[in-house]
C-alpha cells in the first residue's frame, strides 16, 4: 500500500486499553450472570468446588466466545475498528488495504497468543517493524493504519494513563489483600502457634 501512516505503538496501546476494559465489562457481567463474584477475596472459605468448578469453566468459555465475537464482529463489520480504535482514529486492513474477512480476523485474533507467548515481545516488535507490525499481523498479513487525518485528543492519553495506574494499583492491592489474608489463614499458623491455641482452649 501507498500513501498510508501506520498507527504507531501507543496509539495502538491505548486503543487495546479501551477495548481491554470493556471487555473486563463484559467479563464481569458474565460473572455475575453465572453466580460468581467478580472480585472474590475469601480464599479461605471451605466449600464443595465441584459445581462451583463446573460454573467457573462455563464463565471462562462463554467469556471467550463472547468476548472473541465481540472483536471479530468490529473488525470485520465496521472497517476493522473496535470502540478503541474508532476512538484512536486507527483501524486494521489487510496488507493490500482490503477490509478483514470473518477467517483473517479469527486467525489475527488467535495469533494473539503467538505474541503473548514470548514475553509479549509480539506486541512489542511493533514499535521498531518497518511497517508497525506485530507477529499476530505478520501471521494473518494485517496492518494497524490511521484511518484518518484526525489525531486523538491529549486529554485521552491523560486519562488512559491515569486510568491504567488506578488499575495496576487495585491490582497491587488485591494481590496484597490476598497475601495477607492466606498469611493470617489458620491453614498457615506454625506448631507453635497451634500448641498456644489448643492449650488456651484447654487450661
Request: glycine share 8%; with cysteine; charged share 20%.
Amino acid at each position: 500500500m501507498e500513501n498510508v501512516k501506520y498507527a504507531s505503538f501507543w496509539r495502538r496501546f491505548f486503543a487495546n486499553l479501551i477495548d481491554g476494559f470493556i471487555l473486563m465489562a463484559i467479563g464481569m457481567g458474565i460473572s455475575l450472570v453465572f453466580g460468581r463474584q467478580a472480585f472474590n477475596f475469601n480464599f479461605n472459605a471451605v466449600k464443595d468446588t465441584a459445581p462451583v468448578n463446573n460454573l467457573m469453566t462455563l464463565d471462562y468459555v462463554f467469556t471467550f466466545l463472547i468476548s472473541t465475537f465481540f472483536v471479530l464482529f468490529f473488525w470485520v463489520k465496521h472497517d476493522g475498528q473496535t470502540p478503541g480504535k474508532k476512538v484512536m482514529h486507527i483501524k486494521i486492513t489487510k496488507e493490500d488495504g482490503s477490509g478483514l474477512d470473518w477467517g483473517t480476523g479469527f486467525v489475527r485474533y488467535l495469533s494473539y497468543y503467538v505474541s503473548m507467548i514470548p514475553l509479549y515481545l509480539g506486541f512489542l516488535w511493533v514499535i521498531w517493524d518497518k511497517k508497525k507490525q506485530g507477529f499476530h499481523d505478520k501471521i494473518a498479513k494485517t496492518v494497524v493504519i490511521e484511518a484518518d487525518e484526525q489525531k486523538p485528543s491529549k486529554l485521552i492519553y491523560i486519562c488512559g494513563c491515569l486510568v491504567f495506574l488506578l488499575f495496576i494499583v487495585a491490582c497491587g492491592s488485591v494481590g496484597f489483600l490476598a497475601a495477607m489474608q492466606k498469611r493470617n489463614s489458620p491453614l498457615n499458623l506454625s506448631s507453635k502457634q497451634m500448641n498456644a491455641s489448643v492449650k488456651e482452649m484447654n487450661p
